[in-house]
T-cell receptor, first 113, second 117 residues
Framework: DAGITQSPRHKVTETGTPVTLRCHQT?????MYWYRQDPGHGLRLIHY???????DKGEVSDGYSVSRSKTEDFLLTLESATSSQTSVYFC????????????FGPGTRLTVL | AQKITQTQPGMFVQEKEAVTLDCTYD???????LFWYKQPSSGEMIFLIY??????QNATEGRYSLNFQKARKSANLVISASQLGDSAMYFC??????????????FGEGTQLTVNP
């Protein structure tokens, strides 16, 4: 357990509405990541952060934005949700103690109707 | 770009037997890391094992070992003495490490392992 929580854990929303997912960690990890997992597939990187206010795009960043104003929180925002963004969203951190370990939060299941 | 290929969509093994899950990778980076994760039906992602590209010895963690063959670009996961609780989806992933990126992972599509009693 790397002290990662995600909120909400489940959300149903309608097309066109904004949605913000929160990732919170308690162990002062520098690197944080947002991935999405679609049914039957592996995870794909959306955005990542390498420090407060330092973020960059991953392979599937279109339609998403992120912010990190504090070390412990990494927010993922869908400005105008679409049905193609229905997915399970995982937050992850790279361990401060061991840069070779990456731990995941419990995931947020988002459904866009 | 990095790529992971897992060619076995599903695997079956008898309880107490060993099983090998295949993973091949493609990367142009001279330095990289390889990860295996387990995802049970409950959905969480559980870190299992890591192998660095310059590590001389194959990584081991309890019943898990990583058969790393650099020349073949393969990083197979070996689970010894399978247990019913090993039934899950298993993902192989590769990371490009860097100061500003930490470990950005690229995942394969996974292998569904079923352990039969």
């Amino acid at each position: 357990d790397a002290g990662i929580t995600q909120s909400p854990r489940h959300k149903v929303t309608e097309t066109g509405t904004p949605v913000t997912l929160r990732c919170h960690q308690t162990e002062n990890h520098r690197y944080m990541y947002w991935y999405r997992q679609d049914p039957g597939h592996g995870l794909r990187l959306i955005h990542y952060s390498y420090g407060v206010k330092d973020t960059d795009k991953g392979e599937v960043s279109d339609g998403y934005s992120v912010s990190r104003s504090k070390t412990e929180d990494f927010l993922l925002t869908l400005e105008s949700a679409t049905s193609s963004q229905t997915s399970v969203y995982f937050c992850a951190i790279t361990s401060r103690a061991n840069n070779n370990e990456q731990f995941f939060g419990p995931g947020t299941r988002l459904t866009v109707l | 770009a990095q790529k992971i290929t897992q060619t076995q969509p599903g695997m079956f093994v008898q309880e107490k037997e060993a099983v090998t899950l295949d993973c091949t990778y493609d990367t142009s980076d001279p330095s990289y890391g390889l990860f295996w994760y387990k995802q049970p039906s409950s959905g969480e992602m559980i870190f299992l094992i890591y192998q660095g590209s310059y590590d001389q010895q194959n990584a081991t963690e309890g019943r898990y070992s990583l058969n790393f063959q650099k020349a073949r670009k393969s990083a197979n996961l070996v689970i010894s003495a399978s247990q019913l609780g090993d039934s899950a989806m298993y993902f192989c992933a590769i990371a490009r490490a860097g100061e500003t990126s930490g470990s950005r992972l690229t995942f394969g599509e996974g292998t569904q392992l079923t352990v039969n009693p």
